[in-house]
């Protein structure tokens, strides 16, 4: 079991940064894939990135490529999601997530058995 927290969110211009940070507790932090997710009003869940408990690899939605990086901490049981040149229609709340890692690095929701309540990132342009 693995209990998430997010925080770092916030009310930010557009071109500003955030940094988002997932707190976990439970078993076993450093073996899990950690994700990012996001929805915003009316829309569904959308995959943002992961980062491989190994740490080899990483996947990035495509409009985040080059402005998100996604780190993680396993000393601190942290993961991060570094935002800048924010966007307005990066507006959403975002989710963590923990993967136990049945298929590799996912993008998929439903492979995904821990998230965090969410915190809201809104952008204002």
């Known amino acids: 079991q693995v209990q998430l927290v997010e925080s770092g969110g916030g009310l930010v211009q557009a071109g500003d940064s955030l940094r988002l940070s997932c707190a976990a507790s439970g078993r076993s932090f450093s073996y899990y894939n950690m994700g990012w997710f996001r929805q915003a009003p009316g829309k569904q869940r959308e995959f943002v990135a992961a980062l491989r408990w190994t740490g080899d690899r990483i996947n990035y939605l495509d409009s985040v490529k080059g402005r998100f990086t996604i780190s993680r901490d396993n000393a601190k049981n942290t993961a991060y999601l570094q935002m800048t040149s924010l966007k307005s229609e990066d507006t959403a709340v975002y989710y963590c997530?923990?993967?136990?890692?049945?298929?590799?690095?996912?993008?998929?929701?439903?492979?995904?058995?821990?998230w965090g309540q969410g915190t809201q990132v809104t952008v204002s342009s």
């Open positions: 997530a923990a993967d136990p890692d049945r298929a590799g690095l996912s993008s998929r929701a439903g492979d995904y058995d821990y």
